[in-house]
């Protein structure tokens, strides 16, 4: 019995053995990865393959024009030993072309040692920056709370960013975060203006797990993920399914955060639910939807628009239900508001928050019954539970259930 408990441990802990070396496999395989993608960045590769190139080839010509006449040149070594002399423009003199073509090669390897060498150096000093302030980046990163990070890049990104904190006005700019594989002279032109130059900013795909992990999600205030179509020639599809591939990882590392995703086409939607996504944005229906209603109503676009312009004087905003209110009939809140506020209410925004919190509440509240038939019923609802789901203009009656919100319209636009 004793060498048959021995056998199972010895086998479990193989199997712990063979887990944990895949997994650290896959993770440095992943930096791996992000460092070559990080030298084809500063085309680092590119320039190495270029200086071998000229290095064989210049080695291979001072060769064949100076053997048999230049005793300096017994063998093919000799030459790609002068060849990386001269381009490293080092110039020990231990050997020196003496025919007139082997003169030429010469002069054309110093032009080009001056010329490699130098873009070599520069190129490294400036990974070597980047390198060192990306690690300073991801540490504060990974250690921040209350980041507001954006998946992906919009070529209005300039405005993005002012409306989202025009909106936000507790949110330093210091405090967003972008993840985004784009080139950092776009980023750098956007971070040169005061108002941006504190936002942090991630180089890479932005459903990378590896970068994904080196940033705090658990206590982020709020993960964006855009419809990214700063890349040409990708279609609708593969942006979504980049989307969708985000929020999946997002949610694997960080359940209970709260994400807000971007998608193109419906056809996706069904796959976010099931990754718990919180939130999800169909900018491409809402624009047709907007073009439906401008056909059938008049001015119902200007009214939709006034309500969501960042520069207007009115807005639509959500606000808690106080808890006194919670389990109440609507028509008790909705005089309350308009004994003690100017803003008005038209309806509720149920299940707020993180979908995964409010299925581990609802699982919780669906047990405590004893009643099997009502449980099953009570679990049937969880499942069915969307999140930040909006009620408007209830009826009187309605009773208003926990993790409720109350949507208002905020502000005047009285003529000036």
Same mark, same amino acid.
């Given at each position: 019995? $004793?060498?048959? !408990?021995?056998?199972?441990?010895?086998?479990?802990?193989?199997?712990?053995?063979?887990?944990?070396?895949?997994?650290?496999?896959?993770?440095?395989?992943?930096?791996?990865?992000?460092?070559?993608?990080?030298?084809?960045?500063?085309?680092?590769?590119?320039?190495?393959?270029?200086?071998?190139?000229?290095?064989?080839?210049?080695?291979?010509?001072?060769?064949?024009?100076?053997?048999?006449?230049?005793?300096?040149?017994?063998?093919?070594?000799?030459?790609?030993?002068?060849?990386?002399?001269?381009?490293?423009?080092?110039?020990?003199?231990?050997?020196?072309?003496?025919?007139?073509?082997?003169?030429?090669?010469?002069?054309?390897?110093?032009?080009?040692?001056?010329?490699?060498?130098?873009? !070599?150096?520069?190129?490294?000093?400036?990974?070597?920056? #980047?390198?060192?302030?990306?690690?300073?980046?991801?540490?504060?990163?990974?250690?921040?709370?209350?980041?507001?990070?954006?998946?992906?890049?919009?070529?209005?990104?300039?405005?993005?960013?002012?409306?989202?904190?025009?909106?936000?006005?507790?949110?330093?700019?210091?405090?967003?975060?972008?993840?985004?594989?784009?080139?950092?002279?776009?980023?750098?032109?956007?971070?040169?203006? *005061?108002?941006?130059?504190?936002?942090?900013?991630?180089?890479?795909?932005?459903?990378?797990?590896?970068?994904?992990?080196?940033?705090?999600?658990?206590?982020?205030?709020?993960?964006?993920?855009?419809?990214?179509?700063?890349?040409?020639?990708?279609?609708?599809?593969?942006?979504?399914?980049?989307?969708?591939?985000?929020?999946?990882?997002?949610?694997?590392?960080? *359940?209970?955060?709260?994400?807000?995703?971007?998608?193109?086409?419906?056809?996706?939607?069904?796959?976010?639910?099931?990754?718990?996504?919180?939130?999800?944005?169909?900018?491409?229906?809402?624009?047709?939807?907007?073009?439906?209603?401008?056909?059938?109503?008049?001015?119902?676009?200007?009214?939709?628009?006034?309500?969501?312009?960042?520069?207007?004087?009115?807005?639509?905003?959500?606000?808690?239900?106080?808890? #006194?209110?919670?389990?109440?009939?609507?028509?008790?809140?909705?005089?309350?508001?308009?004994?003690?506020?100017?803003?008005?209410?038209?309806?509720?925004?149920?299940?707020?928050?993180?979908?995964?919190?409010?299925?581990?509440?609802?699982?919780?509240?669906? $047990?405590?019954?004893?009643?099997?038939?009502?449980?099953?019923?009570?679990?049937?609802?969880?499942?069915?539970? #969307?999140?930040?789901?909006?009620?408007?203009?209830?009826?009187?009656?309605?009773?208003?259930?926990?993790?409720?919100?109350?949507?208002?319209?905020?502000?005047?636009?009285?003529? $000036?």
């Amino acid at each position: 019995m $004793q060498n048959s !408990l021995q056998k199972q441990k010895r086998k479990t802990k193989k199997r712990h053995t063979k887990r944990s070396f895949k997994n650290s496999l896959r993770y440095y395989l992943a930096i791996l990865k992000d460092f070559i993608s990080t030298l084809r960045e500063f085309n680092l590769i590119k320039l190495i393959g270029i200086i071998f190139g000229i290095t064989f080839t210049g080695a291979l010509f001072v060769f064949l024009v100076e053997r048999g006449t230049n005793e300096a040149y017994k063998n093919y070594f000799d030459s790609i030993w002068y060849t990386i002399v001269t381009l490293t423009t080092t110039g020990y003199g231990d050997k020196f072309p003496t025919t007139f073509w082997g003169r030429i090669g010469g002069i054309f390897l110093m032009c080009s040692g001056v010329v490699t060498m130098s873009l !070599l150096t520069g190129n490294i000093a400036s990974f070597l920056v #980047e390198a060192k302030l990306r690690g300073k980046s991801m540490s504060f990163l990974g250690q921040h709370k209350g980041l507001f990070i954006i998946c992906g890049w919009k070529n209005d990104m300039e405005l993005l960013l002012r409306d989202i904190l025009t909106y936000n006005k507790d949110l330093a700019p210091e405090d967003l975060v972008i993840i985004a594989n784009i080139h950092e002279e776009t980023v750098s032109k956007i971070k040169t203006l *005061p108002q941006f130059s504190k936002i942090n900013f991630v180089k890479g795909d932005f459903h990378n797990e590896t970068i994904l992990k080196s940033i705090n999600l658990a206590d982020s205030s709020k993960i964006m993920v855009l419809a990214d179509l700063s890349h040409k020639g990708e279609s609708a599809t593969e942006t979504d399914s980049k989307t969708v591939m985000a929020v999946i990882t997002i949610k694997s590392i960080a *359940p209970t955060c709260y994400v807000c995703a971007e998608l193109l086409s419906r056809s996706f939607e069904q796959y976010l639910r099931i990754a718990m996504c919180d939130e999800i944005i169909f900018s491409k229906e809402y624009s047709r939807t907007l073009l439906a209603n401008a056909s059938n109503s008049v001015g119902i676009t200007h009214v939709i628009y006034e309500l969501l312009d960042v520069d207007t004087s009115t807005s639509l905003v959500t606000l808690d239900v106080p808890l #006194e209110f919670i389990g109440k009939p609507y028509k008790e809140f909705k005089q309350h508001i308009r004994n003690n506020a100017k803003d008005i209410i038209i309806g509720l925004l149920e299940n707020t928050g993180s979908v995964v919190e409010m299925k581990r509440h609802s699982i919780r509240e669906a $047990q405590k019954t004893a009643d099997m038939a009502k449980l099953v019923e009570n679990l049937k609802k969880t499942k069915n539970i #969307e999140g930040n789901k909006p009620k408007l203009n209830p009826s009187d009656d309605y009773i208003i259930p926990a993790h409720s919100m109350g949507i208002f319209i905020s502000g005047s636009s009285d003529a $000036q």
